[in-house]
């Protein structure tokens, strides 16, 4: 079956980094586009950053020039380099993988940032 898991998250002070990762099992991982969201308390989950199979990066406007994702098909894993981080970067961040059809999750790893 399917499984994306994610590692690294954590307490960080403002202005430090974490760097997440997540490993993919189960699919064709070089075809799907991944992405990671985040999720804060009362919010809706939204996009951080997704990356196509060609490679092609959405950011969004929030972590333009601080986050840099990455993808490594042959390990069948892609990693989130958060820099600069800010409190309001606090949620619970989740591995997507997506084609056409549909969307598989991973269970989501804290991330706190607070002095």
């Known amino acids: 079956q399917v499984q994306l898991v994610e590692s690294g998250g954590g307490l960080v002070q403002p202005g430090g980094s974490l760097r997440l990762s997540c490993q993919a099992s189960?699919?064709?991982?070089?075809?799907?586009?991944m992405g990671w969201y985040r999720q804060a308390p009362g919010e809706q989950r939204e996009l951080v950053v997704s990356?196509?199979?060609?490679?092609?990066?959405v950011y969004a406007d929030s972590v333009k020039g601080r986050f840099t994702i990455s993808r490594d098909n042959a390990k069948k894993t892609v990693v989130l380099q958060m820099n600069s981080l800010k409190p309001e970067d606090t949620a619970v961040y989740y591995c997507?993988?997506?084609?056409?059809?549909?969307?598989?999750w991973g269970q989501g790893t804290q991330v706190t940032v607070s002095s």
């Open positions: 997507g993988a997506q084609n056409n059809l549909r969307t598989y």
């Open positions: 189960g699919i064709i991982f070089s075809l799907w586009t």
């Open positions: 990356i196509t199979s060609a490679g092609i990066t």
